[in-house]
Structure formats: C-alpha cells, structure tokens
C-alpha cells in the first residue's frame, strides 16, 4: 500500500495482559522502525528491521517486549504481562533501502494499561 | 539523554505571522535533519529534511535553516495560517543505524 498502517487504532490491556500491536509497511520498503510516544511528545525508539531481519534493537525493554517481521505478514510488535507504563502511542514508520531517507509513519496504536 | 535539544515547547502567533522553532544536536554523526508535523490523534508526517551540505532549504511556507559549526538547525514557518496549528518536532539521524533522535516538540498556535 501507500501508507503505512497500523492496527488495531486503539487498545485496552488489564495489568499483566499481553498486547500485540500489527504494521503493514509502504510496500517496497525495507526498513520498519517502532517508536513509543509517551505524555503526547517524548518519543523513545524501540527497535528497527531491514526487511525480516533485525536492524536494531538497543530501544527494546527485552524482557517483556519482542518484535517480527516476517515475509508477506504485517510486522508485529508484542508486549508480555503489560505494565501501567506502556500506557503510551506506539507508532510504526517504514522508509526505503537508500540509507538514510524520509521516514513514513503510520497513524499509531494507542494502548492504554488499566 | 535526549540528543536533539528543541525550543520553544510552545508558541503563539498571529495569522500571517512568522513562527520559528530552534533544534540543537550534539552528536556530529548525524546527517540527516527532518522536521514533522503533528495534529492530535495523528501520526507525525514528514514536512521538510536537510542534509548538512546546504545551508538553507524552503518548500512553500516552510523553510529549513542549517548551521553546522554551530550544530542547530531552525524552521520557519512563513505566514502561519490556523492550519498550521500542530505540534512540530525536529528529528536527527545517522547513517549507521536510520533511527530517528527527536526533539521534544513545539506546540504551535495559530490565532486568526
């Protein structure tokens, strides 16, 4: 597609409850990023792929998040036993092979952790 | 630590007026500076980017200034309109790993 999309829009998780967020890159790009947007601005980088490989991960709280993308399926990004502090947007953006160019973003998953 | 520095965290202006939103950075490896718009419930999209070899880029209302001794870059934004009215934040990165190190993010209000 033209766009990036993300699913589902909203998300509401209990305390220890599992969350599994979806994207579906612009088709033809290579490179997906995840990033955690917390109190409306501060956004924190999670983790990164090029094409189902892991590109970078140095964002990543590992012992309760993972990440895939794998072939002719939407990237995913899980969270185990959710914590009241991943209340928060979680936007997925994708961009091109040549190194370095323009990040497009999807409209985020917003969770909320009761 | 938040690696890009931005300034103000909000602004009002007038429409028609100039509304300019500074960026600082610290880490010389970065090589590429874009700047996105934000309206509530949104995705950020990509309004204008810079690389270090110009000075200055404009496209329409929106115009990038770069200094690189200096390490800031700054965007204007000409004849502000009501729809201007968004959060914008100012986004650095590194040819080694593509992530984006972003600012805090400058509410902007338009006043009709």
């Known amino acids: 597609g033209e766009e990036v999309a993300q699913t589902p829009k909203h998300l509401v998780r209990g305390e220890g409850q599992k969350a599994k967020l979806y994207c579906a890159p612009i088709k033809g790009h290579s490179y997906v990023f995840w990033y955690q947007q917390v109190l409306k601005n501060e956004f924190k980088f999670l983790i990164s792929?090029?094409?189902?490989?892991?590109?970078?991960e140095t964002g990543m709280p590992k012992e309760r998040f993972s990440a895939k993308c794998l072939p002719n399926s939407p990237c995913s990004l899980e969270i185990q036993a959710t914590k009241l502090e991943d209340s928060a947007v979680y936007f997925c953006a994708s961009s091109q092979s040549t190194a370095n160019t323009e990040a497009f973003f999807g409209q985020g998953t917003r969770l909320t952790v009761v | 630590q938040q690696q890009v520095k931005q300034s103000p965290q909000s602004l009002i202006v007038q429409k028609g007026g100039i509304s300019i939103i500074n960026c600082a950075y610290e880490n010389t490896a970065f090589d590429y500076f874009p700047w996105y718009q934000q309206f509530p419930g949104k995705g950020p999209a990509l309004l204008i980017a810079i690389r270090p070899d110009v000075s200055e880029k404009k496209e329409g209302r929106f115009t990038i200034s770069f200094n690189k001794s200096a390490k800031q870059f700054s965007l204007h934004i000409m004849d502000s309109q009501p729809g201007d009215s968004a959060t914008y934040f100012c986004?650095?990165?590194?040819?080694?790993?593509?992530?984006?190190?972003f600012g805090a993010g400058t509410t902007v209000t338009v006043r009709a």
């Open positions: 792929f090029q094409n189902e490989n892991v590109f970078d």
């Open positions: 986004a650095a990165s590194n040819p080694n790993d593509y992530k984006l190190s």
